[in-house]
């Protein structure tokens, strides 16, 4: 197995008057008689050689990047440093940037760096990032230049971590959806979003880091994505799972700020996405929350009685994306909602009457017990938005399989990837109808896929032709074209379903509680 990038360390004869070939050539010459050629020097690496190579008698480390055609010479050194090798995988989303250092000799983790994405400020929502570079055109001077700046912070925060010069490394592997990649670039990301749906590009290949404005020495590659809306980062977690390897059909779910889901097998892969994820992580909510300190991450309801615990366990403030699914699920099997997701008034003295709403609520966190000195509360309109996107996630995994031409019973394995699924209890996900019903066993949950697939690629360079395969071979549909999506939205907007033999499980432990299915 052998990586992006190699440092190899050389013995040169030094010129002399009877062979008075430059540095740049006797470095060639010496590189191709290991195997290494074509090899391409650029500027900045041919600036470095004077005097460096005399000084140090021609004994020097050249790191080594190797793309489609032959090599690109990222650097060079003094010295036989061709024991000090490291790689960087990144996974760059619209929320978090996570960034780790890799030994190319060991393939372990040296360190890992996480950072909230620069392009927040500009929005929340990748939408209103796009609408933001479309006002003017040095607005896409701005949003190239704080999501460099957030790489930039992730490569000092390593080295300082670590000592380690991060920035020196020769590779960089970035994973990361059509549209981030767009941002980076500084390309147009409207083309990602408007009809015909055509990014600029959707295999961007190589760039140096300072091409990018980036404080990185090295090349960058950019996982290549395999439609406008099935980006880099889940062909970089198809290249972790091996699903298209595998004789049975699989599915693979990744839901983040948006969803995206895949379903195939070693003949064929389908791949659809839609806007799941933001509703699931708790923004919909007056007190909804990302999952920090001060969060409900977990509910519990037993004998009409509600307990919780947050992030760092502090005093809430708020409820993040798995708490809010414990509260409807037990909610749901205890009797506070029925199959439509209605509050049940009566059912518990937290179903009540909030004036602040103006509507039905179920408090899950009263004055006494809240950070804020008042209840926290989901609203009956709360619950209502959620159901309508734990629809749209369901019906995406009922439609694929059903254009693919296979059950849910006909899925061998079922990967769940993103903070999402990390963080939420699998089975509140099945009892309010977020993913199928299916034997638990079949379950796995891989919390950042498109990280681990960028290190896989980084260490192990022959799987490129086959990751930039996979992309041009994947079958993406369009969800909006499908006839009877809606009629099939409005089936799933119920808790877990209308049809209830769908659920077996949830089913069962509703008739336990003696409650109306």
């Known amino acids: 197995m052998q990586g992006f990038s190699e440092k190899v360390f050389l013995k040169i004869a030094p010129p002399t008057e009877d062979d008075a070939a430059g540095d740049q050539q006797r470095i060639k010459a010496a590189l191709a ?54 790689g960087l995988a990144v996974d760059y989303g619209s929320t978090k940037v996570v960034m780790q250092l890799v030994d190319m000799a060991s393939g372990e983790v040296v360190a890992e760096e ?12 990748i939408l209103t990032r796009i ?86 020495i090295g090349m960058v590659y950019i996982i290549p994505a395999a439609s406008n809306y099935v980006g880099g980062d889940i062909v970089s977690g198809l290249l972790k799972l091996d699903i298209h390897k595998n004789e049975e059909p699989s599915m693979f779910f990744d839901i983040g700020t948006n969803g995206e889901l895949v379903v195939g097998n070693k003949h064929w892969m389908m791949a659809g996405a839609g806007a799941a994820g933001p509703a699931l992580e708790g923004y919909i909510s007056k007190y909804g929350m990302r999952a920090d300190d001060g ?20 005093a809430p403030v708020g409820i993040c994306g798995s708490g809010i699914i414990d509260l409807i699920a037990q909610m749901r099997l205890n009797g506070w909602i029925n199959i439509a997701g209605a509050l049940e008034e009566g059912a518990s003295d937290r179903v009540r009457f909030i004036e ?81 019903d299916l034997p638990r066993e079949k379950f796995s949950i891989i919390n950042n ?30 969800f909006a074209s499908i006839p009877d999506f809606i009629v099939r939205m409005q089936a799933a907007k119920f808790i877990p379903h209308t049809d209830m033999e769908r659920y077996p499980s949830v089913k069962e432990k509703l008739e336990k509680g003696e409650l109306k299915l």
């Not at 380690?164 to 409207?190: E, K, Q, Y």
């Not at 629809?391 to 849910?408: Q, R």
């Not at 699924?421 to 509140?428: G, I, K, N, P, V």
Request: glycine share 8%; hydrophobic share 40%; with cysteine.
């Open 131 to 216: 609408t933001y570079t479309m006002e003017a055109p040095e607005h896409f001077d701005d949003i190239q230049r704080v999501t460099a700046d957030t790489f930039n912070r992730l490569l000092a925060r390593l080295s300082e971590k670590t000592g380690i010069n991060a920035a020196a490394c020769p590779a960089m592997i970035i994973s990361g959806n059509t549209t981030m990649i767009h941002f980076l670039l500084r390309l147009d990301a409207w083309t990602v979003f408007a009809s015909p749906y055509a990014p600029v590009t959707s295999a961007p290949g190589w760039f140096f880091g300072h091409e990018l404005g980036m404080d990185f």
């Open 33 to 86: 008689e290991r195997g290494y050629a074509p090899v391409e020097i650029p500027l900045a690496v041919l600036r470095r050689l004077y005097p460096l190579c005399r000084d140090c008698g021609y004994e020097i480390t050249v790191s080594l990047v190797c793309r489609e055609i032959g090599w690109m010479m990222v650097g060079v050194e003094a010295g036989d440093c061709s024991g000090s090798h490291y």
């Open 356 to 436: 602040e709403a103006g509507e039905l609520a179920a408090v899950y966190a009263e004055a006494y017990e809240s950070a804020l000195g008042k209840p926290l509360y989901f609203s009956q309109t709360d619950i209502h938005q959620y159901v309508d996107t734990k629809a749209a996630a369901y019906i995406m995994v009922e439609c694929l399989l059903e254009t693919a031409g296979c059950s849910e019973k006909d899925l061998a394995h079922c990967y769940l990837s993103g903070a999402f699924a990390a963080h939420s209890d699998l089975e509140s996900a099945i009892t309010i109808g977020i993913f199928p």
């Open 295 to 314: 969060a409900i991450e977990k509910v519990k309801i037993e004998g009409g009685k509600l307990s919780f615990s947050t992030i760092g366990g502090k």
């Open 114 to 125: 996480r950072e909230t994405n620069g392009q927040v400020v500009y929005g929340t929502d």
């Open 449 to 478: 896929t498109s990280l681990e697939g960028a290190r896989i690629l980084l260490l192990d360079r022959s799987r490129r032709s086959e990751l930039e395969q996979l992309a041009e071979s994947i079958y993406c549909v369009q």
